[in-house]
């Protein structure tokens, strides 16, 4: 196991050595990059998700991932349908045990995260989800994530960053997760004030002062959410004018006259969303994502730009950061759990009948959806993912073996038609890595397929090799 630590860590450097040798490069081919983008905007790629970029090409396989309300979705919707608790509002999802409601939540992010043919939205909803995390752990949250999910993160993830932020400010479920249901005229809470900064928008060191923290939290005085005693109209945002701070008060250097009510915190949000070090902030945040953790400052800025220039339209500033010229400078990035498992999924083919065995998965590798403490959201970055090892092996080996409840392998379907162990490499090789795998890798692989090609074990063992490789880890 140490070995495949250190194979993670050397993957890690050579990304290093690829981000200096491209960008060196002028002109960038789009064609060259498209593998690279298809791992990018995706959960993992698939022999069919290659097929249907390549049909496109760059541009155009690009144009559609943007435009995911053109896609035709009907098979996952499908899939997930029988998952109620999706499309109830909250007093409905109230009166159900608060386990089925968050179970239903993460079966859904996961069955779409492996079937939906909306990638690169399923990704920016994992993305925003973790920007704007909240804990369904902490009592109500249970309850008011799922209509957060649906009606602020999944409803505006790729539309103007000023309406996703007020919907956030909005949501019930971060009122509750942040205490700023509890904030009130003469006793503001600061929880959300400082989070909507530090995290949200223009960062811990974005220019604000302890002064701003508690001016912010008086202009979000009195926002609240009605009660459950409100029967079908509870856990809806209301603004509670005789609980809200109407003095003057300075944000950012910006007076902000008394008198102004609900429109006290519409102007925080607004003054928040057009600041320049916001569009850094979020730029870099969403390079580091899709890009990688080395990217270019040069890059960040180009981006950065680009969200100011747009008014923070997402869909444009996401067209930026995946224009071929940045693509040419991604470095490899290393697949958090939720990511390498649905990936293992997807590449393999496997089948999902439920999502108990998953999400039990997920639990022990530390990334079970929905579930980080902290408002900061799980973590990105590779030093704190890669000594968790055992766990992602033990995914691909066991899956394989049709050991995971829930989830059925399919080695006959992937390898059919063929029937030696140069071929089996092969398809391995175009399948999940985009033609990319490593030779040593792939040789691994093909020498153990040779012990016994036509053995269904060793095909299905094979692959969890290959999924449980070092070249696997990364996209």
């Known amino acids: 196991m140490g070995a495949l630590v250190s194979a993670f860590a050397a993957a890690g450097a050579k990304a290093d050595d690829l981000s200096g040798a491209v960008s060196a490069m002028g002109d960038v081919d789009p064609s060259a990059m498209l593998v690279r983008l298809v791992k990018r905007v995706t959960f993992g790629i698939n022999a069919s998700e290659l097929a249907s970029a390549a049909s496109l090409g760059y541009a155009g396989y690009l144009d559609q991932q943007l435009n995911p309300d053109l896609i035709d979705d009907a098979s996952c919707a499908a899939r997930i349908a029988p998952l109620a608790s999706l499309t109830r509002n909250f007093w409905e999802i109230y009166r159900q045990p608060a386990a089925q409601v968050v179970n239903e939540l993460i079966e859904?992010?996961?069955?779409?995260?492996?079937?939906?043919?909306?990638?690169?939205?399923?990704?920016?909803?994992?993305?925003?989800?973790?920007?704007?995390?909240?804990?369904?752990?902490?009592?109500?949250?249970?309850?008011?994530?799922?209509?957060?999910?649906?009606?602020?993160?999944?409803?505006?993830?790729?539309?103007?960053?000023?309406?996703?932020?007020?919907?956030?400010?909005?949501?019930?479920?971060?009122?509750?997760?942040?205490?700023?249901?509890?904030?009130?005229?003469?006793?503001?809470?600061?929880?959300?004030?400082?989070?909507?900064?530090?995290?949200?928008?223009?960062?811990?060191?974005?220019?604000?002062?302890?002064?701003?923290?508690?001016?912010?939290?008086?202009?979000?005085?009195?926002?609240?959410?009605?009660?459950?005693?409100?029967?079908?109209?509870?856990?809806?945002f209301r603004f509670n004018a005789a609980q809200h701070d109407n003095s003057a008060k300075r944000v950012l250097g910006q007076h902000i006259p008394a008198g102004g009510g609900i429109n006290d915190g519409l102007t925080v949000l607004r003054i928040l969303a057009d600041h320049p070090n916001t569009a850094r902030f979020v730029s870099r945040k969403l390079c580091r994502r899709f890009l990688g953790e080395g990217v270019p400052e040069s890059v960040v800025r180009a981006v950065a730009a680009r969200f100011v220039a747009a008014d923070g339209d997402i869909r444009e500033v996401m067209r930026c950061i995946l224009a071929p010229q940045h693509m040419a400078l991604a470095t490899p990035r290393f697949k958090r759990p939720f990511h390498l498992y649905v990936s293992a999924i997807r590449a393999t083919g496997c089948q999902i009948a439920s999502t108990g065995g998953m999400r039990a998965q997920l639990r022990i590798a530390g990334h079970l959806n929905f579930n980080w403490p902290n408002p900061d959201g799980y973590p990105d970055r590779v030093d704190f993912w890669s000594g968790l090892a055992l766990p992602r092996w033990n995914f691909a080996a066991q899956m394989m073996n049709n050991a995971i409840s829930g989830i059925t392998p399919d080695a006959a379907s992937f390898f059919a038609g063929l029937s030696t162990a140069e071929e089996m490499a092969a398809r391995i090789d175009a399948a999940m890595f985009g033609h990319e795998m490593p030779a040593a890798e792939r040789r691994r692989v093909r020498d153990y397929l040779a012990i016994d090609p036509s053995s269904p074990s060793v095909r299905a063992e094979a692959l969890g090799l290959a999924a449980g490789s070092p070249a696997f880890q990364w996209y």
């Open 108 to 236: 859904a992010a996961i069955l779409r995260a492996v079937y939906s043919r909306r990638q690169l939205l399923e990704r920016m909803v994992d993305f925003w989800t973790d920007h704007f995390n909240i804990d369904v752990n902490k009592d109500a949250c249970a309850w008011f994530k799922i209509v957060d999910d649906r009606e602020v993160v999944r409803a505006n993830a790729m539309g103007k960053f000023a309406d996703l932020l007020a919907a956030s400010a909005m949501s019930p479920a971060m009122l509750y997760f942040l205490d700023n249901h509890q904030s009130i005229a003469g006793n503001p809470n600061l929880n959300y004030s400082r989070e909507l900064m530090e995290l949200h928008t223009i960062g811990v060191d974005g220019g604000y002062t302890e002064e701003d923290v508690g001016e912010v939290a008086r202009c979000f005085t009195g926002w609240q959410f009605t009660p459950d005693t409100a029967g079908s109209l509870a856990g809806i």
